[in-house]
């Protein structure tokens, strides 16, 4: 059963396909499902998910925070089995996460942040896809 602040984003993945990231509010896990084919509306297809990661850290922070910080979205890009996030920490705090293998790998606080946070989309070398 989900819970209302459960975690749940939708991003590109690999340019023609779609990836969603839920985290479950009360056990942080985290799994990312994608779509099996491109998407492809014209011909009717329907569209099938797989499960592609799932990583389980007790202690990682809660993607979807309590309030004033409720309104910040999570975004995040998908790097071979690599998961980077950009979100709020538990103070408000914009900070970009690397998972791998159940594990936190790096957590890196930006002091500044220019335009929305963090609602602009991750992609490869931390660049801003438009």
Known sequence: MSHPRDALVVRFFKGDRFS???QCHETKKIEIWVTK????AE???DVVWVSFMTL???NFPSLVQAEPYSDQQPSY???DKRLVVSSCDENGQACIYVLWENKLISKV???SVVGSWPYSQLGPGFSRKR
Do not use: A, T
Not at 37 to 40: D, E, P, T
């Open 109 to 111: 606080q930006l002091d």
């Open 56 to 58: 389980s850290i007790p």
């Open 20 to 22: 969603v990231l839920k």
């Open 37 to 40: 084919n491109k998407v492809n």
């Open 77 to 79: 890009y998908i790097d």
């Open 43 to 45: 011909d009717g297809d």
